[in-house]
């Protein structure tokens, strides 16, 4: 808690009218802040939602994990209809995962059982700290596998993309994958993407490497005046667009939450477009690791 001096707290110099100072401020701030009500219990294990469209493998990756058959796999898409929490231990970490009903494009709304199973998966997708993506390589990246994963950054769940059933295809076709794969997977680029076997536990394990680093990389914070200057550089190199005859300013920038990192921009004089916003996400992911995790940026009107 905030330590006392005199019954003040301890007083923080700040320059108003130079802006100095004021980034610690809000890191001090926001440091006093109780924690979100969205945040999780620290005892909380971290929780893995495996999800993607039918028959691609999830309940057989789930089965794979947990080291035995606890969810029901078969070739009939629609298997599983309720997501399931089951306990998993990976590479010494210990985590939740939650096996989902595949994602149809439109669940029959006159089979009800259908549309309640997509509902559930998306709640669980929800909850979850990163989705396992599974993709079934036998088919490549589909439209409706980028609808999924759209969900999931909007979602602001962590993201690593599976590509199953790499047994099952030659030589010839997994170029082909790989080659489509930076066509149909560059607007989330900085995914992992991992090549793997769920039926025959080929490179399961490469897992195992890959979510401690999510998982860190969604807790990461830049500090304050850090953010504020690097975003004062890239901004004189390249300064938001005139939009609707005004331009932007941005007074000042501080990461308000993780998991995922949350920026918020404070702007006065204009709007900040999608393009701008896209463009300083990009540069933050130069200078920072935010591997497999979205990054919210947020811009307010610094008046409201
Ligand atoms: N060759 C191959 N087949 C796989 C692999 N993973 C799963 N399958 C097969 O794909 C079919 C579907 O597997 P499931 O695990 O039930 O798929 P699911 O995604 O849970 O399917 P739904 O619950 O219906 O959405 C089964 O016949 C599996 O044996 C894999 O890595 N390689
Ligand atoms: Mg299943």
Not at 92 to 117: L, M, N, S, W
Request: contains cysteine; neutral net charge.
């Amino acid at each position: 808690m905030c330590k006392r001096a005199g019954g003040r707290g301890e007083p923080q110099p700040v320059s108003a009218f130079h802006g100095r100072g004021v980034g610690d401020l809000l890191d001090r701030v926001i440091a006093e802040l109780p924690d979100a009500p969205a945040a999780k219990p620290e005892h909380d294990l971290p929780r893995l939602a495996i999800v993607g469209r039918p028959n691609v493998g999830k309940s057989t990756l789930l089965n794979r994990l947990v080291g035995e058959e606890r969810v029901i796999v078969s070739d009939v898409p629609g298997t599983t209809r309720d997501p399931i929490d089951v306990e998993v231990e990976i590479d010494g970490d210990r985590y939740v995962i939650v096996d989902t009903a595949g994602i149809r494009r439109k669940p029959k709304i006159t089979e009800d059982a259908d549309f309640y199973a997509v509902l559930r998966a998306r709640e669980a997708l929800a909850s979850a700290d990163i989705a396992l993506m599974v993709v079934d390589a036998t088919e490549g990246v589909t439209h409706q596998d980028q609808r999924i994963i759209s969900e999931i950054q909007e979602a602001g769940v962590g993201l690593v993309v599976i590509l199953n059933k790499w047994d099952a295809i030659d030589e010839e076709q997994r170029e082909i994958t790989e080659r489509s794969i930076p066509d149909r997977l560059g607007f989330v680029e900085w995914a992992p993407v991992l090549r793997m076997s769920a039926r025959t536990g080929a490179r399961v394990n490469r897992l195992g490497n890959v979510l401690p680093a999510v998982l860190e990389n969604r807790a990461r914070r830049i500090p304050t005046g850090e953010l504020n200057r690097r975003i004062r550089e890239w901004v004189a190199a390249h300064p938001p667009p005139v939009r609707k005859g005004r331009r932007p300013k941005i007074q000042y920038a501080v990461q308000a939450g993780v998991n995922p990192p949350t920026i918020v921009l404070f702007v006065s004089g204009g709007e900040i477009g999608d393009d701008y916003r896209r463009f300083l996400e990009n540069r933050i992911r130069r200078e920072y690791d935010f591997e497999g995790t979205p990054i919210h940026i947020v811009a307010r009107d610094k008046r409201k």
